[in-house]
Structures are given as structure tokens and as C-alpha cells.
């Protein structure tokens, strides 16, 4: 059986690709600038997890679990305003930090992350919980982490501990989220030797870059696929 893969689809989505075929998609904005056309309408759609409720990461989840009729993972205050807009009612994929679910075969889990998790309507914004990581098992294959939206935080050391990722994924733009020097000290932190950047180059903002990484990471191999590429994991 082919192993897990990997592929990054712009800004901070991606799509997980189980050795079984299944297919997970993680932050689903594929309407972001750098996402390539042929990857903006999948053909499939298996499971959804979010990692918290901006707009550059809910993206286009509500259309695309409509269409594909799977089930959508979230920490429990998005998941259910995400109801609110047109998903099921489904406590099983309403989530909080520290929880996991079995999506058959794919486990995920819900970390910490420290960012903001919100939307603005009628002018207001509206809470959607708190930020949150998440790390993938893919059907016994590979653990991968999901930073999400976040800073460095003490605490990395203990997701790292714990769930022994085979793979992280960082934040590394700046401005919003963490660049490339905090992003080494996570790397440190959470003990990887594979890192996939990602939040980066979308906007004139997001000014951090992978070589900018791999000058403060030398013990670590920095992954960063074009936008559409796949990774065999």
C-alpha cells in the first residue's frame, strides 16, 4: 500500500492524502491567490478539520462539505456556528484541545495555539472559540502537526512529547503569525526534522520566507512544495 501525501494548496491549506485513498482537507481557503486552479473545485472531499474561524482558513468549508456530504471537525464554538450556516448538527465532530476523533482511519487531534479564532458580522465580530492545532495520525502511516495560526509557545514541547509528529507544519509569514525566527525555536522545541512552511507570500505582509528558515534551522529539512506540488510522506 502507497504511503500518505502531502500537498499544499496556498496560504495554510492543505489536502492529506491517506495510503487508503481518503482524502482530508485541512483549512480549506482554495479561493486564496496562490492556490492553483485545478485545485479549486476537488473532485473529492473525504473529511474537513479546521484549525479556527477566519475566513483564510474556514474558506470555502460550508460549500464544499454541502457537496461532498462529509463531515467537518472543529473546535466546538465554530463548529456549531458553522451549523448555523448551513452544516449539520454533529456534536461527534464538534472538538475541543486535547480530544481526538477516528475519521476512519485518519485520527486527529486538537492541540493549543495562541492566535484569535473569529468572524465579523453585521460589523461585529463574533466569537468562534479559541485557535487550535491539530495533529494528524494517517492510518498508522505518518503523525503530522498542524501549527495553525500561532506563535511560539512553551507548550510546543509537550505536543512534541506527546504525539511525536513525523512532520510539522509552521506558520512562518510574520505579522499575523510567527516568521522564520520563532518558527526555529519551534522546531526545536517540538524536537522535528521535517518542517513544511506555510502562511507565507500570499499578501505583501507575509514577508517571511523558507531559505530565511533554513539559515536558522540547519537540523532540520525544510519541505516547501510550490503551491499544487505533493509530498510522498
Same mark, same amino acid.
Not at 36 to 61: F, K, Q, S
Not at 204 to 221: F, H, Q, S, V
Given at each position: 500500500m502507497a504511503g500518505a501525501k502531502l500537498t499544499w494548496l496556498g496560504h495554510a491549506a492543505f489536502r492529506v492524502e491517506a495510503p487508503s485513498g481518503r482524502r482530508l482537507y485541512v483549512d480549506p481557503w482554495l479561493g486564496n491567490p496562490r492556490c492553483?486552479?485545478?485545485?479549486?473545485?476537488?473532485?473529492?472531499? +473525504?473529511?474537513?478539520?479546521? %484549525?479556527?474561524?477566519?475566513? +483564510?482558513?474556514?474558506?470555502? %468549508?460550508v460549500e464544499l462539505a454541502q457537496r461532498f456530504g462529509c463531515p467537518v471537525y472543529a473546535q466546538v464554538e465554530l463548529r456549531g456556528w458553522l451549523a448555523g450556516k448551513g452544516l449539520p448538527e454533529e456534536p461527534t465532530q464538534a472538538m475541543n484541545k486535547g480530544g481526538t476523533v477516528d475519521a476512519d482511519g485518519i485520527a486527529i487531534t486538537m492541540t493549543d495555539a495562541n492566535h484569535s479564532s473569529s468572524q465579523f458580522e453585521n460589523g461585529a465580530p463574533v466569537y468562534l472559540g479559541e485557535p487550535a492545532g491539530l495533529v494528524v495520525g494517517v492510518e498508522g502511516a505518518v503523525r503530522i502537526y498542524f501549527a495553525g495560526d500561532t506563535n511560539v509557545f512553551g507548550d510546543m514541547e509537550l505536543i512534541g512529547r506527546l504525539y511525536e509528529p513525523d512532520l510539522v507544519v509552521l506558520p512562518i509569514g510574520d505579522h499575523y503569525t510567527m516568521g522564520p525566527k520563532e518558527a526555529a525555536l519551534a522546531v526545536e522545541l517540538l524536537g522535528a526534522t521535517r518542517m513544511v512552511p506555510c502562511h507565507y507570500g500570499t499578501f505583501?505582509?507575509?514577508?517571511?520566507?523558507?531559505?530565511?528558515?533554513?539559515?536558522?534551522?540547519?537540523?532540520?529539512?525544510v519541505l516547501a512544495p510550490a503551491p499544487g506540488e505533493t509530498i510522498e510522506l
Open positions: 492553483p486552479e485545478n485545485e479549486r473545485e476537488p473532485e473529492r472531499v +473525504d473529511v474537513i478539520a479546521l %484549525t479556527h474561524g477566519h475566513d +483564510d482558513h474556514v474558506g470555502e %468549508t505583501p505582509l507575509l514577508t517571511g520566507t523558507p531559505d530565511a528558515c533554513r539559515e536558522r534551522m540547519p537540523g532540520c529539512e
